[in-house]
């Protein structure tokens, strides 16, 4: 009687510690992709994959080579299995950055069918590397950040 107690314990004790182990949150799918405008590599874009199901949505920004990969959160590269709609952006307010410098803002210079009216959408497989290249075209009606989203 008193071994299968203990034997149980211990198994309930080791089930706890293993309860958090393994990733936390729902399964994603890693992305990159590079994201260019007319040809041409677009540098400082927000990308921004929002699950169609709903769910928490996975952002990157492109380097100087367009090229990002998306964060879904601490520690977690990827975004939600599934159809996402897809924005991308280069509107940023001022900040300061690690060492307490002003970095200025940007504004918007990406049609807004591409990011508040967007039309982009990625359907994002799981336990596979997805690549999700856009070429943006220049022109069409620019969101000023001041007119929220329509």
């Known amino acids: 009687m008193i071994r299968t107690r203990s034997a149980l314990l211990i198994i309930g004790t080791c089930a706890v510690f293993c309860v958090g182990c393994g990733p936390k949150g729902p399964p994603i799918g890693s ?23 709903g769910g928490r949505p996975a952002a990157a920004k492109t380097d100087a080579e367009g090229k990002y990969e998306l964060n879904f959160s601490a520690g977690r590269k990827g975004a939600i299995p599934g159809p996402n709609k897809v924005r991308i952006t280069t509107l940023s307010d001022p900040y300061e950055d690690e060492d307490g410098n002003p970095v200025p803002g940007s504004p918007e210079t ?10 982009l959408s990625f359907d994002v497989k799981e336990n596979e590397p997805n690549v999700a290249n856009f070429d943006l075209k220049s022109g069409g009606r620019i969101m000023k950040g001041d007119e929220g989203d329509s």
């Open 31 to 53: 992305v990159t992709g590079t994201i260019t405008m007319d040809g041409e590599p677009l540098a400082n874009a927000t990308v921004v994959f929002m699950a169609e199901a």
């Open 110 to 119: 990406i049609a807004i069918e591409y990011n508040q009216q967007t039309t």
